[in-house]
C-alpha cells in the first residue's frame, strides 16, 4: 500500500516498529526547514526486510532537504535500516546562499546517531555544511555493522569558538565500514570569520 503525506515528518510517523516500512521522496523536489526527525525505539524485521529511507523515479537530482541548523535525521535505538539518495543540506550554513545566516550557534549534523542497533547503511547521500556531517556513538548498549557507502561529505565546519568540526565522528562502533566516500572541506571553512583551521578542525 502506498500512501502520499503533505510533509516528511508525517511519512516518518507512519514507520512501524517490525515492519519493512519505506518512506520515498521524489527525485528533483526540494524541502525547506523540513526534516526527516527522529527515529528512535524502531526497526525493521530483519537484515532483509529493512526500513528504508531513499527516493522514487528514474531522472532528477536527490531529494533535496534544505535542514537549516538542525539535524537532517536522527537516530537512537535502532536496527535494520538504510537511508539512501538523499542530499541533506545545512543551507542557512553556507555562505554562497542567499539564505545564509552568520553562524551563532556550533550547528547540527546531517545524520547523528546516539544509541544502539545493528545494520544501518548510509548509501549515496550526500551531507554538507553542518557541523559534523556524520556521527555515531554508542550508548545504552553498541552500534554494530555500520555502512557508510559511496556518500558525499563535505563543507562540514563551524566557528572555533563555539566547538569542533569533522566530517565523520564515531565512537564505540563494533564494525565500521565506510567505502567509496567522498570527504572533502571538513573542519573549516575559509569564507567564514573564525571557521579556521585549528589542531581539531582539518
Known amino acids: 500500500m502506498i500512501l502520499p503525506y503533505k510533509t516528511i515528518s508525517a511519512a516518518m510517523s507512519q514507520m512501524r516498529d517490525g515492519f519493512p ?4 521522496l521524489k527525485r528533483g523536489d526540494e524541502w525547506v526547514d523540513q526534516q526527516l526527525g527522529n527515529l528512535n525505539n524502531i526497526s525493521g524485521r530483519s537484515a532483509s526486510e529493512r526500513l528504508v529511507i531513499t527516493y522514487y523515479g528514474a531522472t532528477g537530482a536527490r531529494p533535496l532537504l534544505k535542514t537549516g541548523d538542525v539535524n537532517g535525521l536522527s537516530l537512537g535505538a535502532v536496527s535494520h535500516l538504510t537511508v539512501f539518495g538523499l ?8 555562505p554562497n546562499s542567499p539564505d545564509f545566516i552568520p553562524i551563532t550557534e556550533s550547528g547540527a549534523t546531517g545524520v547523528r546517531a546516539v544509541g544502539s542497533g545493528d545494520n544501518i547503511k548510509i548509501s549515496d547521500c550526500v551531507l554538507r555544511f553542518f557541523k559534523l556531517g556524520w556521527s555515531a556513538q554508542s550508548f545504552n548498549g553498541v552500534y554494530r555493522n555500520f555502512v557508510i557507502y559511496r556518500s558525499i561529505i563535505t563543507d562540514n ?3 572555533n569558538t563555539l566547538s569542533h568540526s569533522s566530517g565523520c565522528y564515531m565512537q564505540g562502533i563494533d ?3 565506510i567505502e567509496d566516500c567522498f570527504l572533502d572541506l571538513n573542519g573549516w ?3 567564514v570569520p573564525d571557521a579556521k583551521k585549528t589542531r581539531y578542525n582539518h
Open 189 to 191: 571553512n575559509e569564507t
Open 21 to 24: 516500512d519505506w518512506v520515498i
Open 157 to 159: 565546519y563551524t566557528v
Open 87 to 94: 542530499d541533506f543540506y545545512a543551507h542557512t550554513r553556507d
Open 175 to 177: 564494525g565500521l565500514t
